[in-house]
């Protein structure tokens, strides 16, 4: 994993954090005093540049009480990461596609439920590619299980036979 997408990686973490979303909202606040003529898609990279730092500056400040949680993840996970070939949770096994592509059977399909079926809210289909352990040191000493997928175009249709409770999509067509 290159720098880069260590630091994406750990970005995403914090964005998807239901424990975090306070601070996102105050960050959200304080720029939009600061820069309020950015556009949207200005914002979202403003928030993927600077938020990270921000958060680390904030938890830091002596004059503020922050759970012992916020502080580990302010401070970002450690620089080791462990890279594995196959995950288990909540009752099922996934292989990366690399590892499962000569097994007799293969699981690296994953589904991401959307939360209601519209134009813009679907299910998201993909490959797994690479499952990455990140470690957050501290009192906290958590780890955040990430895996990283290709997902597909699901706009150019989705089958599911019923009978089989099988989904068939078009693989050529990546998101």
Known sequence: MTIEEFRVASIYVLLNCEEVTPFVAEFDKHMRILYPQISNAQFDGLREEHFSSWLREYVLDDHKAVDNCIKA?????????????????????????????????????????????????????????????????????SK????????????GGVRVHRRFNLVELNHKKKL
């Open 73 to 141: 993840l302010a401070m970002g996970p450690s620089r080791t990461m462990v890279h594995y070939n196959g995950y288990f949770v909540n009752c099922f096994k996934f292989h990366t596609l690399d590892y499962g592509s000569n097994k007799a059977t293969m699981n690296s399909g994953v589904c991401v439920v959307g939360s209601c079926h519209t134009d813009y809210e679907r299910d998201y289909y993909g490959r797994l590619i690479e499952i990455l352990e990140l470690e957050y040191l501290g009192d906290f000493g």
């Open 144 to 155: 955040v299980i990430l895996f990283k997928c290709d997902w597909f175009d699901t706009n």
